[in-house]
């Protein structure tokens, strides 16, 4: 297998949350390292905003065949962080 580039992508979203309402639970950041790259999502809350902070890199490199099922986990793990939820209350 191999990738031919290296790559990074960060995203930020803001959320402005109603007045009256505060996040449950701040969720634990999510750090995910392998030898094809690294995953790394956290929720920031300050006041009324809510930030998600996401940042994928993807690492060059020419990899034996026996490692695809990593390469697919990596892949996996990353969309199941991607799906992760946080609930509001209104207060």
């Known amino acids: 297998m191999q990738i031919d580039r290296s790559y990074a992508i960060i995203d930020t979203i803001a959320y402005n949350l109603p007045n009256g309402y505060e996040v449950l639970g701040l969720k634990e950041p999510i750090d995910i390292k392998t030898d094809f790259g690294s995953y790394r999502a956290e929720f ?7 930030y998600y902070i996401r940042k994928r890199e993807i690492f ?5 065949r026996e490692k695809y099922l ?14 992760t939820k946080l609930a509001v209350k209104k207060i």
């Not at 060059?60 to 034996?64: R, V």
């Not at 990593?70 to 799906?83: C, G, M, R, S, T």
């Open 70 to 83: 990593e390469l697919v986990d990596f892949y996996d793990q990353i969309i199941k962080a991607d799906n």
């Open 60 to 64: 060059e490199g020419t990899y034996p």
């Open 44 to 50: 920031v809350s300050e006041g009324s905003k809510l």
